[in-house]
Protein backbone atom coordinates (compact mmCIF):
# COMPACT_ATOMS: atom_id res chain seq x y z
CA UNK A 1 0.00 0.00 0.00
CA UNK A 2 1.29 3.73 -0.31
CA UNK A 3 1.88 5.81 1.98
CA UNK A 4 -1.31 8.10 1.48
CA UNK A 5 -3.62 5.86 1.78
CA UNK A 6 -2.43 4.17 5.01
CA UNK A 7 -4.23 5.40 8.53
CA UNK A 8 -2.09 7.43 10.70
CA UNK A 9 -1.16 4.65 13.35
CA UNK A 10 -0.14 2.50 10.41
CA UNK A 11 2.10 5.83 9.26
CA UNK A 12 3.32 6.21 13.22
CA UNK A 13 4.65 2.38 13.16
CA UNK A 14 6.43 2.74 10.33
CA UNK A 15 7.88 6.06 11.61
CA UNK A 16 8.91 4.36 15.07
CA UNK A 17 10.20 1.13 13.77
CA UNK A 18 12.26 3.58 11.36
CA UNK A 19 11.28 1.50 8.30
CA UNK A 20 10.63 5.05 6.66
CA UNK A 21 11.80 8.96 7.71
CA UNK A 22 9.56 11.72 8.64
CA UNK A 23 10.89 13.93 5.84
CA UNK A 24 10.23 10.75 3.47
CA UNK A 25 6.75 10.65 4.54
CA UNK A 26 6.08 14.54 4.81
CA UNK A 27 7.51 14.81 1.42
CA UNK A 28 5.44 12.27 -0.24
CA UNK A 29 2.33 14.29 0.96
CA UNK A 30 3.63 17.29 0.19
CA UNK A 31 4.37 16.36 -3.38
CA UNK A 32 0.62 14.52 -3.70
CA UNK A 33 -1.03 17.98 -2.49
CA UNK A 34 1.09 19.72 -5.37
CA UNK A 35 -0.03 17.41 -7.73
CA UNK A 36 -3.21 16.57 -6.57
CA UNK A 37 -5.17 19.37 -4.61
CA UNK A 38 -5.45 22.20 -7.60
CA UNK A 39 -7.77 19.77 -9.07
CA UNK A 40 -9.60 19.05 -5.53
CA UNK A 41 -8.87 23.12 -3.82
CA UNK A 42 -9.31 20.79 -0.39
CA UNK A 43 -6.31 23.27 0.91
CA UNK A 44 -6.56 26.91 1.74
CA UNK A 45 -2.44 26.78 2.75
CA UNK A 46 0.10 24.22 2.83
CA UNK A 47 3.11 24.83 5.29
CA UNK A 48 5.92 22.90 3.09
CA UNK A 49 8.92 24.69 4.83
CA UNK A 50 7.91 24.25 8.52
CA UNK A 51 6.50 20.81 7.52
CA UNK A 52 9.85 19.97 6.45
CA UNK A 53 12.10 21.39 9.10
CA UNK A 54 10.32 19.84 11.55
CA UNK A 55 10.31 16.11 9.86
CA UNK A 56 14.08 16.87 9.96
CA UNK A 57 14.12 16.96 13.36
CA UNK A 58 12.61 13.97 13.82
CA UNK A 59 15.03 12.45 11.73
CA UNK A 60 17.93 13.54 13.31
CA UNK A 61 16.77 12.47 16.35
CA UNK A 62 15.58 15.85 18.10
CA UNK A 63 12.49 14.97 18.36
CA UNK A 64 11.38 11.76 19.22
CA UNK A 65 7.68 9.31 17.76
CA UNK A 66 7.59 7.78 20.74
CA UNK A 67 5.98 11.37 22.39
CA UNK A 68 2.82 10.44 21.34
CA UNK A 69 1.17 8.41 18.61
CA UNK A 70 0.68 10.77 16.02
CA UNK A 71 4.16 12.69 16.58
CA UNK A 72 6.14 12.64 13.09
CA UNK A 73 2.55 12.27 11.06
CA UNK A 74 1.06 14.82 9.05
CA UNK A 75 -2.10 16.47 10.22
CA UNK A 76 -4.41 18.94 8.76
CA UNK A 77 -6.35 21.57 10.20
CA UNK A 78 -9.66 23.68 9.21
CA UNK A 79 -8.39 26.99 9.01
CA UNK A 80 -11.01 28.29 11.47
CA UNK A 81 -8.84 27.05 14.28
CA UNK A 82 -5.81 29.63 15.60
CA UNK A 83 -2.31 28.23 14.87
CA UNK A 84 0.23 30.32 16.25
CA UNK A 85 1.80 32.66 13.10
CA UNK A 86 -0.38 31.17 10.88
CA UNK A 87 -2.72 32.79 8.54
CA UNK A 88 -6.37 31.88 9.98
CA UNK A 89 -9.24 32.60 7.63
CA UNK A 90 -12.09 30.95 8.41
CA UNK A 91 -12.23 31.22 4.85
CA UNK A 92 -13.95 34.67 4.85
CA UNK A 93 -12.64 37.74 3.08
CA UNK A 94 -13.42 39.73 6.09
CA UNK A 95 -10.24 37.28 7.95
CA UNK A 96 -8.30 37.63 4.60
CA UNK A 97 -4.30 38.03 5.58
CA UNK A 98 -5.41 37.54 9.53
CA UNK A 99 -2.38 36.28 11.26
CA UNK A 100 -3.25 34.15 14.12
CA UNK A 101 -1.18 35.93 17.05
CA UNK A 102 -1.55 32.34 19.44
CA UNK A 103 -2.18 29.06 19.26
CA UNK A 104 -5.55 27.18 19.83
CA UNK A 105 -5.79 24.83 22.86
CA UNK A 106 -6.18 21.68 20.39
CA UNK A 107 -3.33 22.94 18.14
CA UNK A 108 -1.19 23.45 20.95
CA UNK A 109 -1.68 19.79 22.15
CA UNK A 110 -1.33 17.99 18.96
CA UNK A 111 2.20 20.14 18.46
CA UNK A 112 2.70 19.45 22.03
CA UNK A 113 2.03 15.80 20.67
CA UNK A 114 4.57 16.12 17.69
CA UNK A 115 2.53 16.20 15.25
CA UNK A 116 3.62 18.02 11.75
CA UNK A 117 1.00 20.13 10.98
CA UNK A 118 1.22 20.28 7.02
CA UNK A 119 -1.56 22.75 5.98
CA UNK A 120 -5.25 24.53 6.92
CA UNK A 121 -7.91 23.03 4.63
CA UNK A 122 -10.99 24.70 3.69
CA UNK A 123 -14.38 25.27 5.10
CA UNK A 124 -17.86 27.13 4.43
CA UNK A 125 -17.08 30.68 5.35
CA UNK A 126 -17.04 30.49 9.19
CA UNK A 127 -18.19 27.24 9.33
CA UNK A 128 -21.64 28.44 7.54
CA UNK A 129 -22.89 25.53 5.80
CA UNK A 130 -23.21 21.91 4.54
CA UNK A 131 -21.20 21.80 1.08
CA UNK A 132 -17.91 24.15 1.46
CA UNK A 133 -19.43 26.01 -1.69
CA UNK A 134 -19.65 29.26 0.53
CA UNK A 135 -15.60 29.53 0.65
CA UNK A 136 -15.32 32.86 -0.13
CA UNK A 137 -12.04 31.07 -1.59
CA UNK A 138 -12.27 28.10 -3.43
CA UNK A 139 -14.66 25.45 -4.12
CA UNK A 140 -13.70 22.31 -2.49
CA UNK A 141 -14.42 19.03 -4.83
CA UNK A 142 -15.11 15.37 -3.25
CA UNK A 143 -12.59 12.96 -4.00
CA UNK A 144 -15.17 10.53 -5.15
CA UNK A 145 -16.49 12.46 -7.87
CA UNK A 146 -15.31 15.69 -8.61
CA UNK A 147 -18.35 17.05 -10.41
CA UNK A 148 -19.73 16.37 -6.73
CA UNK A 149 -19.36 18.84 -3.24
CA UNK A 150 -17.18 16.96 -0.38
CA UNK A 151 -19.94 18.16 1.96
CA UNK A 152 -19.82 20.70 4.80
CA UNK A 153 -18.25 23.00 6.29
CA UNK A 154 -15.42 20.65 7.43
CA UNK A 155 -15.55 19.92 3.21
CA UNK A 156 -11.89 20.38 3.14
CA UNK A 157 -10.74 18.26 5.92
CA UNK A 158 -13.08 15.24 4.56
CA UNK A 159 -11.87 15.53 1.24
CA UNK A 160 -7.94 16.01 2.18
CA UNK A 161 -8.01 12.70 4.28
CA UNK A 162 -10.21 10.96 1.47
CA UNK A 163 -7.29 12.07 -1.78
CA UNK A 164 -4.65 11.09 1.07
CA UNK A 165 -3.46 14.42 1.02
CA UNK A 166 -2.58 14.30 4.58
CA UNK A 167 -2.85 11.17 7.68
CA UNK A 168 -5.56 13.04 9.55
CA UNK A 169 -7.17 16.10 10.29
CA UNK A 170 -9.20 17.94 12.52
CA UNK A 171 -12.89 19.40 11.58
CA UNK A 172 -15.36 21.29 13.74
CA UNK A 173 -18.85 20.40 14.38
CA UNK A 174 -21.54 22.68 15.14
CA UNK A 175 -24.40 21.47 13.08
CA UNK A 176 -23.13 17.96 11.55
CA UNK A 177 -19.90 19.91 9.82
CA UNK A 178 -17.56 17.12 10.81
CA UNK A 179 -19.94 14.07 10.30
CA UNK A 180 -21.64 14.92 7.35
CA UNK A 181 -18.26 15.57 5.02
CA UNK A 182 -17.05 12.06 6.39
CA UNK A 183 -19.71 10.71 5.30
CA UNK A 184 -19.56 12.13 1.83
CA UNK A 185 -16.26 11.59 1.35
CA UNK A 186 -16.08 8.14 2.90
CA UNK A 187 -13.89 8.85 5.86
CA UNK A 188 -14.35 8.80 9.48
CA UNK A 189 -15.72 12.08 11.59
CA UNK A 190 -16.05 12.75 15.40
CA UNK A 191 -17.72 14.77 16.79
CA UNK A 192 -17.46 15.28 20.74
CA UNK A 193 -19.82 16.05 23.49
CA UNK A 194 -20.05 19.55 23.67
CA UNK A 195 -17.62 20.44 26.52
CA UNK A 196 -15.17 17.17 25.93
CA UNK A 197 -12.50 19.33 23.58
CA UNK A 198 -11.75 22.55 24.39
CA UNK A 199 -12.94 25.91 21.67
CA UNK A 200 -10.16 28.24 23.18
CA UNK A 201 -8.75 29.28 20.01
CA UNK A 202 -11.57 28.33 17.64
CA UNK A 203 -13.30 31.27 16.21
CA UNK A 204 -17.02 31.22 17.21
CA UNK A 205 -19.95 30.53 14.87
CA UNK A 206 -22.25 29.05 17.71
CA UNK A 207 -21.12 28.88 21.19
CA UNK A 208 -23.38 26.88 22.65
CA UNK A 209 -22.88 24.11 19.72
CA UNK A 210 -19.35 24.60 18.66
CA UNK A 211 -17.00 21.59 19.34
CA UNK A 212 -13.70 20.30 17.49
CA UNK A 213 -13.55 17.24 16.55
CA UNK A 214 -10.66 14.61 14.37
CA UNK A 215 -11.77 13.52 10.78
CA UNK A 216 -9.28 10.39 9.75
CA UNK A 217 -9.20 7.34 7.56
CA UNK A 218 -10.23 5.04 10.35
CA UNK A 219 -11.52 5.01 13.97
CA UNK A 220 -8.58 3.88 15.55
CA UNK A 221 -7.13 6.72 14.70
CA UNK A 222 -10.02 8.88 15.53
CA UNK A 223 -9.48 7.34 19.09
CA UNK A 224 -6.07 8.52 18.82
CA UNK A 225 -6.73 12.18 17.66
CA UNK A 226 -9.35 12.36 19.98
CA UNK A 227 -7.51 11.59 22.84
CA UNK A 228 -4.41 14.10 22.35
CA UNK A 229 -6.83 17.19 22.04
CA UNK A 230 -9.32 16.04 24.96
CA UNK A 231 -10.03 17.07 27.82
CA UNK A 232 -10.63 20.14 30.41
CA UNK A 233 -8.59 23.57 29.78
CA UNK A 234 -9.38 26.62 32.11
CA UNK A 235 -9.32 28.77 28.92
CA UNK A 236 -12.92 27.18 28.20
CA UNK A 237 -15.18 27.69 30.50
CA UNK A 238 -17.40 25.30 29.08
CA UNK A 239 -15.09 22.62 29.03
CA UNK A 240 -15.72 20.23 31.72
CA UNK A 241 -13.39 18.71 33.84
CA UNK A 242 -14.12 15.17 33.57
CA UNK A 243 -11.10 12.23 33.53
CA UNK A 244 -10.26 11.45 29.69
CA UNK A 245 -10.89 7.61 28.95
CA UNK A 246 -8.55 5.60 27.59
CA UNK A 247 -10.22 5.34 23.79
CA UNK A 248 -8.14 3.55 22.08
CA UNK A 249 -8.58 0.59 24.62
CA UNK A 250 -12.04 0.52 24.51
CA UNK A 251 -11.76 -0.66 20.96
CA UNK A 252 -11.63 -4.14 21.02
CA UNK A 253 -14.67 -4.86 23.12
CA UNK A 254 -17.28 -6.67 21.11
CA UNK A 255 -20.68 -5.77 20.71
CA UNK A 256 -21.92 -8.62 22.28
CA UNK A 257 -25.11 -7.80 24.68
CA UNK A 258 -24.97 -4.07 23.64
CA UNK A 259 -28.40 -2.45 23.05
CA UNK A 260 -28.82 -0.57 19.58
CA UNK A 261 -31.41 1.95 19.74
CA UNK A 262 -33.24 2.46 16.03
CA UNK A 263 -35.20 5.65 15.87
CA UNK A 264 -37.89 5.32 13.81
CA UNK A 265 -37.76 8.93 12.91
CA UNK A 266 -34.59 8.65 11.04
CA UNK A 267 -35.96 5.70 8.67
CA UNK A 268 -38.39 8.63 6.73
CA UNK A 269 -39.84 8.88 3.18
CA UNK A 270 -37.43 10.95 1.51
CA UNK A 271 -34.15 9.90 2.07
CA UNK A 272 -32.32 8.76 -0.69
CA UNK A 273 -33.34 4.24 -0.82
CA UNK A 274 -29.63 3.36 -1.35
CA UNK A 275 -28.61 5.18 1.81
CA UNK A 276 -31.65 3.57 3.69
CA UNK A 277 -30.56 0.17 2.20
CA UNK A 278 -27.14 0.59 2.97
CA UNK A 279 -27.84 1.87 6.77
CA UNK A 280 -30.35 -1.00 7.33
CA UNK A 281 -27.89 -3.12 5.96
CA UNK A 282 -25.29 -1.97 8.58
CA UNK A 283 -28.13 -2.54 11.87
CA UNK A 284 -28.05 -6.35 10.27
CA UNK A 285 -24.21 -6.41 10.23
CA UNK A 286 -23.75 -4.96 14.05
CA UNK A 287 -27.20 -7.57 14.69
CA UNK A 288 -24.24 -10.26 13.37
CA UNK A 289 -22.15 -8.76 15.53
CA UNK A 290 -24.01 -9.89 18.83
CA UNK A 291 -26.00 -6.17 19.55
CA UNK A 292 -29.56 -6.53 21.07
CA UNK A 293 -31.21 -4.33 18.08
CA UNK A 294 -34.31 -1.88 19.63
CA UNK A 295 -36.98 0.18 18.76
CA UNK A 296 -36.64 3.73 20.11
CA UNK A 297 -38.29 7.09 19.43
CA UNK A 298 -37.23 10.36 19.59
CA UNK A 299 -40.69 12.42 19.22
CA UNK A 300 -38.79 15.89 18.91
CA UNK A 301 -36.64 15.03 15.51
CA UNK A 302 -38.73 16.85 12.79
CA UNK A 303 -38.40 20.43 14.86
CA UNK A 304 -34.26 20.12 14.75
CA UNK A 305 -34.21 22.07 11.51
CA UNK A 306 -36.20 24.93 12.76
CA UNK A 307 -34.87 25.41 16.05
CA UNK A 308 -31.26 24.84 15.03
CA UNK A 309 -31.85 27.66 12.40
CA UNK A 310 -32.80 29.64 15.04
CA UNK A 311 -30.43 29.00 17.79
CA UNK A 312 -27.07 28.90 15.60
CA UNK A 313 -27.79 32.36 13.22
CA UNK A 314 -28.44 34.19 16.32
CA UNK A 315 -25.49 32.97 18.22
CA UNK A 316 -23.62 33.95 15.16
CA UNK A 317 -25.20 37.33 14.83
CA UNK A 318 -23.91 37.90 18.41
CA UNK A 319 -20.08 36.66 17.59
CA UNK A 320 -19.96 37.89 13.94
CA UNK A 321 -19.87 41.24 15.64
CA UNK A 322 -16.12 41.90 16.15
CA UNK A 323 -15.45 41.97 12.15
CA UNK A 324 -15.76 45.63 12.45
CA UNK A 325 -12.57 46.42 10.32
CA UNK A 326 -11.43 48.06 13.53
CA UNK A 327 -9.08 45.71 15.66
CA UNK A 328 -8.21 43.21 12.92
CA UNK A 329 -9.00 41.96 9.23
CA UNK A 330 -10.60 43.84 6.07
CA UNK A 331 -11.22 47.31 6.50
CA UNK A 332 -13.08 49.24 3.86
CA UNK A 333 -10.90 52.60 2.21
CA UNK A 334 -12.38 56.05 2.33
CA UNK A 335 -15.14 56.06 4.38
CA UNK A 336 -16.50 59.28 5.57
CA UNK A 337 -17.16 58.37 9.08
CA UNK A 338 -16.84 55.49 11.63
CA UNK A 339 -20.28 54.03 11.29
CA UNK A 340 -20.17 54.10 7.48
CA UNK A 341 -16.31 52.34 7.73
CA UNK A 342 -18.27 49.53 9.72
CA UNK A 343 -20.96 49.28 7.22
CA UNK A 344 -18.90 48.95 4.30
CA UNK A 345 -16.26 46.83 5.83
CA UNK A 346 -18.87 44.29 6.85
CA UNK A 347 -20.41 44.70 3.56
CA UNK A 348 -17.63 43.79 1.55
CA UNK A 349 -15.88 41.40 4.10
CA UNK A 350 -18.80 38.66 4.12
CA UNK A 351 -20.33 36.74 2.27
CA UNK A 352 -24.16 36.10 1.08
CA UNK A 353 -25.16 33.12 3.54
CA UNK A 354 -22.92 34.60 6.74
CA UNK A 355 -25.07 38.05 5.73
CA UNK A 356 -28.30 35.68 5.76
CA UNK A 357 -27.29 34.24 8.91
CA UNK A 358 -26.51 37.74 10.74
CA UNK A 359 -29.69 38.89 9.45
CA UNK A 360 -31.94 36.07 10.34
CA UNK A 361 -29.48 35.97 14.33
CA UNK A 362 -30.52 39.85 14.78
CA UNK A 363 -34.21 39.16 13.57
CA UNK A 364 -34.38 36.24 16.29
CA UNK A 365 -33.04 38.11 19.15
CA UNK A 366 -34.97 41.59 18.86
CA UNK A 367 -36.70 43.00 21.26
CA UNK A 368 -40.60 42.02 20.53
CA UNK A 369 -39.23 38.63 18.71
CA UNK A 370 -37.39 37.22 20.99
CA UNK A 371 -40.07 34.72 22.94
CA UNK A 372 -41.78 34.12 20.17
CA UNK A 373 -38.54 32.66 18.33
CA UNK A 374 -34.98 32.24 20.53
CA UNK A 375 -36.70 31.52 23.67
CA UNK A 376 -38.89 29.03 21.78
CA UNK A 377 -36.21 27.33 20.42
CA UNK A 378 -34.80 26.85 23.76
CA UNK A 379 -37.74 25.32 25.26
CA UNK A 380 -37.25 22.70 22.07
CA UNK A 381 -33.99 22.17 22.76
CA UNK A 382 -34.62 21.07 25.91
CA UNK A 383 -37.19 18.73 24.67
CA UNK A 384 -34.45 17.11 22.09
CA UNK A 385 -32.41 16.37 24.65
CA UNK A 386 -34.43 14.84 26.71
CA UNK A 387 -35.60 12.34 24.00
CA UNK A 388 -32.21 11.81 23.50
CA UNK A 389 -31.86 11.32 27.52
CA UNK A 390 -34.90 9.19 27.83
CA UNK A 391 -33.65 6.94 24.68
CA UNK A 392 -30.17 6.19 26.30
CA UNK A 393 -32.31 4.65 29.30
CA UNK A 394 -33.13 1.91 26.45
CA UNK A 395 -29.91 1.72 24.47
CA UNK A 396 -26.33 2.23 25.14
CA UNK A 397 -26.07 3.86 21.58
CA UNK A 398 -28.32 4.71 18.71
CA UNK A 399 -27.88 3.73 14.92
CA UNK A 400 -28.88 5.93 12.33
CA UNK A 401 -28.21 7.62 8.76
CA UNK A 402 -25.55 10.66 8.57
CA UNK A 403 -27.47 12.36 5.74
CA UNK A 404 -30.57 11.63 4.12
CA UNK A 405 -28.71 11.76 0.23
CA UNK A 406 -25.00 11.00 -0.58
CA UNK A 407 -22.75 13.90 -2.05
CA UNK A 408 -24.80 16.28 -4.37
CA UNK A 409 -23.85 17.67 -7.35
CA UNK A 410 -21.96 21.42 -7.21
CA UNK A 411 -24.55 24.31 -7.86
CA UNK A 412 -27.36 21.73 -7.17
CA UNK A 413 -28.58 23.00 -3.58
CA UNK A 414 -28.94 26.68 -4.78
CA UNK A 415 -31.74 27.49 -2.41
CA UNK A 416 -30.53 27.87 1.20
CA UNK A 417 -33.66 26.18 2.47
CA UNK A 418 -32.93 22.98 0.63
CA UNK A 419 -29.04 23.50 2.09
CA UNK A 420 -30.50 23.37 5.89
CA UNK A 421 -33.06 20.49 5.11
CA UNK A 422 -30.12 18.38 4.19
CA UNK A 423 -28.69 18.58 8.30
CA UNK A 424 -31.60 16.86 9.34
CA UNK A 425 -30.04 13.92 10.79
CA UNK A 426 -27.45 15.74 12.45
CA UNK A 427 -28.75 19.02 14.43
CA UNK A 428 -30.45 17.12 16.76
CA UNK A 429 -27.25 15.72 18.43
CA UNK A 430 -25.64 18.27 18.50
CA UNK A 431 -28.76 20.44 19.92
CA UNK A 432 -28.40 17.81 22.66
CA UNK A 433 -24.58 18.18 22.90
CA UNK A 434 -23.97 14.23 22.88
CA UNK A 435 -21.34 12.93 20.74
CA UNK A 436 -21.57 10.81 17.08
CA UNK A 437 -19.41 9.52 14.60
CA UNK A 438 -19.85 8.76 10.79
CA UNK A 439 -18.50 5.56 9.65
CA UNK A 440 -18.55 4.23 6.09
CA UNK A 441 -21.21 1.90 5.84
CA UNK A 442 -21.84 1.49 1.84
CA UNK A 443 -21.67 2.91 -1.45
CA UNK A 444 -24.37 4.09 -4.01
CA UNK A 445 -24.35 2.33 -7.30
CA UNK A 446 -22.59 5.76 -8.67
CA UNK A 447 -19.70 4.33 -6.43
CA UNK A 448 -20.41 7.53 -3.71
CA UNK A 449 -19.71 6.46 -0.29
CA UNK A 450 -22.40 6.48 2.40
CA UNK A 451 -22.03 7.08 6.68
CA UNK A 452 -23.59 5.30 9.46
CA UNK A 453 -24.02 7.92 12.48
CA UNK A 454 -23.24 6.18 15.90
CA UNK A 455 -24.65 8.55 18.38
CA UNK A 456 -23.49 7.80 22.53
CA UNK A 457 -25.00 9.59 25.77
CA UNK A 458 -22.64 12.48 26.98
CA UNK A 459 -19.29 11.90 27.61
CA UNK A 460 -19.62 8.60 26.32
CA UNK A 461 -17.35 8.65 22.97
CA UNK A 462 -15.65 5.13 23.96
CA UNK A 463 -19.06 4.03 23.16
CA UNK A 464 -19.48 5.53 19.85
CA UNK A 465 -15.85 4.79 18.94
CA UNK A 466 -16.04 0.73 20.34
CA UNK A 467 -19.54 0.36 18.31
CA UNK A 468 -17.70 2.42 15.25
CA UNK A 469 -14.78 0.25 15.58
CA UNK A 470 -16.44 -3.32 15.38
CA UNK A 471 -18.48 -2.51 12.51
CA UNK A 472 -15.70 -1.12 10.53
CA UNK A 473 -14.06 -4.43 11.42
CA UNK A 474 -16.51 -6.39 10.23
CA UNK A 475 -16.97 -4.54 6.97
CA UNK A 476 -14.59 -3.58 4.37
CA UNK A 477 -15.66 -0.31 3.37
CA UNK A 478 -13.18 2.23 5.24
CA UNK A 479 -10.27 0.32 2.79
CA UNK A 480 -11.71 1.24 -0.35
CA UNK A 481 -10.46 4.39 -1.72
CA UNK A 482 -11.77 6.93 -4.43
CA UNK A 483 -10.15 6.17 -7.86
CA UNK A 484 -8.44 9.33 -8.04
CA UNK A 485 -6.06 7.81 -5.07
CA UNK A 486 -4.62 5.89 -7.65
N1 LIG B 1 -24.77 22.83 8.01
C1 LIG B 1 -24.94 23.45 9.29
C2 LIG B 1 -24.95 24.96 9.14
O1 LIG B 1 -24.87 25.43 8.07
C3 LIG B 1 -23.88 23.00 10.24
C4 LIG B 1 -22.58 23.68 10.04
C5 LIG B 1 -21.56 23.27 11.06
O2 LIG B 1 -21.71 22.25 11.73
N2 LIG B 1 -20.55 24.10 11.20
O3 LIG B 1 -25.02 25.67 10.07
Redesign the pocket.
Known sequence: MEIHSLPLHRIHDLLESRKLGALEIVSAFLERISAIDPKLNSYLAAFSEKAVEQARLFDSGALDYAASPIAGTPIAIKDVICMKGALTTCASRILAGFVSPYDATVTAKLRKAGAIFIGKTNL?EF????STENSAFLKTRNPWDTERVPG??SGGSAAAVAAGLCAGALG??????IRQPSSFCGVVGLKPTYGRVSRFGLVA?ASSLDQIGPITRDVEDAAILLQAIAGYDPADSTSVDLPVPDYRAALDHSLQGLRLGIPRQYFIEGTDPEVDRAVREAIDTCRGLGAKIVDITLPHTEYGIAAYYII?PAEASSNLARYDGVKYGHRAQNSPDLMEMYRKSRSEGFGSEVKRRIMLGTYVLSAGYFDAYYKKASQVRTLIKRDFLDAFEKCDAILAPVSPVPAFKIGEKSDPLQMYLS?VFTLPA?LAGIPGISVPCGFTSQNLPIGLQILGPHFREEMVLRVAHQFEQATDFHLRTPRFMI
Open positions: DAMGSGSTDTGGSFADS
